[in-house]
């Protein structure tokens, strides 16, 4: 049963949202602290939108498979023998056991309970005893099948049979991506970092998508894009954050000899980052997964040319690791905090009219995404 809520409370949430974000107030503080919003988000958010699950390498061979886990609900894709990439709910048609863990490459899938056996493209092989089972029809018994679509080389999932494509949902976005990470087909997996947070996932997205904080918050970042170039671009369930590598004085890593001399990073709804940063070929994929109303958890992928990474590489890892994430992680549990407070309810946006890194109009973006999937619930 899909959770309610009431037109009262998303009243409240949502007061003082003008269209305009010069005149906006943000979103109120009991959407990142109440429980009831974080069930709705799972519902009408997570399990609606197209979720990223790893770069097509994963599966690039007949009988590769990848599990993941989409808000409580395991999935797996695979590519079956005739080449084909499917995705299923990660459930046995038995008792309901998981069939299979992490990744891997099988010639057919077998649970681990019973041993019943399905083909990689989903559809019932065999049981033991079955053949004494009065009316057993084996089609009643394939797996369930979920929507999964390769975008830019990207394997991603969406639990909703009625999403529309990704393709078609996000506009230019796949130009937009291709058009600054043409060799994105040919990297490979280098790197990953997680990390466990005290704060709302929406908070977390929240400091992303404004860069008002970097030059108070993030002084060796600011050397490594030149902030006066750096501009924020809205598009429907996506927003872009574009800039200029910088030119001189760069005290975040090392960028000599770069191939790559654009900061270039997509926001995509509800909760991916895409980015490549300046040096040689790359590309990142950043998720925040809600745990619960206070905790979120990021997964972060690196993709480069070779692997393992190289030495600079490293170095621009180890800069995000130990220098980028601490700042962001300590802003962010430091707004949960406040948010629980009764000094903070609600504030303002600060806007450039220019659209520039330093305005927050692509937080005021995602918050108007945000109300309308609430508006689902009532």
């Known amino acids: 049963m899909n959770t309610k809520l009431s037109r009262e409370s998303l009243l409240a949430v ?17 959407a990142y602290t109440g429980p009831e919003w974080l069930k709705v988000e799972r519902e009408q958010i997570f399990q609606k939108s197209w979720q990223y699950l790893c770069h097509e390498e994963k599966l690039r061979e007949p009988g590769s498979y990848v599990t993941s886990c989409v808000q409580g609900q395991s999935i797996v894709a ?42 990689l493209d ?61 060799d994105l087909s040919k990297l490979t997996f280098g790197h990953r970092l997680t990390y466990t947070i005290k704060a709302n996932w929406k908070s977390v997205a929240d400091n992303f998508l ?21 501009k924020v671009k809205t598009h429907g369930i996506y927003s872009s954050h574009m800039a200029k590598a910088g030119r001189s004085g760069n005290k975040a890593y090392g960028v000599g000899g770069a191939t790559v001399t654009d900061h270039a990073v ?45 030495e600079g590489e490293m170095e621009a890892i180890d800069f995000i690791d130990s220098v980028l994430q601490p700042e962001d992680i300590g802003l962010v549990e430091s707004v949960q905090r406040g948010m629980q407070t009764p000094a903070f309810n609600q504030g303002r946006y600060m806007i450039d009219p220019e659209g520039s890194g330093r305005s927050e109009h692509a937080v005021h973006h995602f918050h108007g995404l945000l109300l309308e999937a609430y508006k689902e619930a009532c």
């Open 14 to 30: 949502s007061h003082g949202r003008d269209s305009n974000p010069a005149r906006s107030l943000s979103l109120a503080s009991e």
């Open 78 to 119: 695979t590519r079956d023998r005739k080449g084909i990439l499917r995705a299923f709910y990660n459930v046995c048609k038995h008792r309901g056991h998981e069939l299979l863990t992490g990744e891997g490459k099988l010639r057919k899938i077998v649970c681990p309970y019973h041993a019943w056996t399905y083909d």
């Open 122 to 182: 989903g559809s019932f092989r065999e049981a033991s005893q079955s053949e004494f089972i009065e009316n057993f029809n084996p089609q009643n018994f394939s797996l369930t099948p979920i929507q999964l679509e390769v975008f830019c080389h990207l394997v991603f999932v969406n639990l909703d049979p009625n999403a529309r494509p990704l393709l078609e949902q996000s506009g230019g976005l796949h130009d937009e991506i291709m058009g600054y990470a043409p």
């Open 210 to 230: 404004e860069c008002y904080h970097c030059p108070i918050a993030h002084k060796d970042f600011c050397t490594l894009v030149e902030m006066d170039t750096y």
């Open 266 to 310: 997509w926001f995509l709804w509800p909760n991916i980052t895409l980015m490549r940063y300046p040096g040689r070929g790359n590309f990142m994929v950043w998720r925040f997964i809600p745990v619960s109303p206070g905790e979120t958890f990021e997964e972060f992928d690196f993709f480069f040319e070779t692997a393992p990474p190289t």
